[in-house]
């Protein structure tokens, strides 16, 4: 009988004893369960200490350099390029806008004082060349006076003698060489005039200097003066 009492209570003991193993058994599966309810990357930022600010910028910092290089590669839109009479007709066009408005009493006005100016202008340059013009005129090789004309200072030519068969009278040929004035281009052009040879001294192929002379003949004009060279 005592035996039997020991195996009746050692059978609770062995109980006792299994029950914590199942214990240890059943605790990771509690864990694992802990584990899977748990998501590996927290699901709040603060509980992982990052800061909300950092979270944006780390976010928002590649869509900022992909702006960046969209904003680059764009290209920039200019304005329309304006030739130089543009560029003038819009200068003239902003300056008229500033002024004030004006009666068209006022506008015709102005446009004759602005026509009496440029004529005023234009006279005096006009005035300039033709003193100009006579100044050279008056250069040391024509200045041969003549009883005809006075004090005036006549005409002074040099010439070929290209006739000497009319009686006291030589042809000559004048040939002149100037500028055009709008081409700029070289115009070479020759005449023809009758001189008074009173002692019939130029031959054909004489260069001859003749001065102008009150009208002699129908087609007289000029007058011998001297023979520079004499024909070979």
């Known amino acids: 009988m005592a035996d039997d009492d020991k195996t009746t209570e050692d059978a609770p003991v062995e109980e006792t004893a299994d029950t914590p193993v199942e214990e240890v058994v059943t605790q990771p599966t509690s864990s694992a369960s802990a584990d899977e309810a748990t998501p590996d990357a927290p699901e709040n930022a603060a509980d992982a200490g990052v800061d909300g600010d950092e979270i944006s910028e780390a976010e928002g910092g590649t869509g900022g350099a992909a702006s960046d290089e969209q904003a680059v590669a764009e290209p920039v839109e200019s304005g329309p390029t304006l030739t130089r009479k543009e560029q003038r007709t819009a200068a003239r066009h902003a300056e008229a806008s500033k002024r004030a408005s ?120 000029w007058r011998l003066v001297e023979v520079l060279e004499r024909a070979k």
Not at 125 to 144: D, H, I, L, N, Q
Not at 160 to 166: E, F, N, Q
Not at 174 to 198: G, N
Request: hydrophobic fraction near 30%; proline fraction near 4%; glycine fraction near 4%.
């Open 102 to 221: 004006r009666t068209p009493e006022e506008r015709n006005t102005e446009r004759l004082a602005e026509r009496a100016r440029k004529a005023a202008a234009r006279r005096r340059r006009r005035s300039k060349v033709k003193e100009a013009r006579a100044g050279a005129e008056r250069g040391p090789a024509k200045t041969a006076s003549s009883a005809e004309h006075g004090p005036g200072r006549p005409k002074v030519r040099q010439g070929l003698v290209v006739s000497d068969k009319a009686d006291k009278t030589i042809t000559v040929r004048v040939d002149s060489a100037r500028r055009h004035r709008r081409y700029e281009k070289i115009v070479r052009s020759s005449s023809t005039l009758h001189a008074h040879d009173e002692a019939n001294d130029a031959n054909e192929g004489d260069l001859v200097t003749i001065v102008e002379s009150r009208p002699l003949s129908r087609t007289k004009r």
